[in-house]
């Protein structure tokens, strides 16, 4: 019989790596990101005009490879896109009370 664990809602912190909600953080908003140039129908040459970026950018986003993308700077390209980016900061809930990261998009 195969034994199934159920994850925590983030897969770095799974997988223990260090700044896990940094990084589940950056995912979530290149998602996002992900979206917006697909649901435009933007090549990603035309994307990276769009965003000041050069197209091997704009590739690495897509393809997850994160490193190098601040969540700043990958809030920055939301913006440029027509995207409000909005920054939450209230006490921790939940059984645990663990304090963290938390994204979400809405969707319009």
Do not use: W
């Amino acid at each position: 019989m195969i034994q199934v664990t159920n994850g925590s809602g983030n897969v770095f912190r799974d997988l223990n790596l260090p700044d896990a909600d940094v990084l589940q953080a950056k995912a979530d908003l290149v998602h996002q990101l992900s979206l917006i140039i697909e649901k435009r129908g933007l090549s990603q040459v035309r994307a990276a005009e769009i965003l000041e970026v050069s197209q091997p950018k704009i590739s690495a986003l897509l393809h997850g490879r994160l490193e190098g993308f601040s969540i700043e700077r990958i809030m920055r390209l939301l913006s440029a896109l027509d995207q409000d980016v909005r920054i939450s900061v209230r006490p921790a809930s939940g059984p645990a009370r663990q304090a963290g990261l938390i994204t979400a998009a809405r969707r319009r």
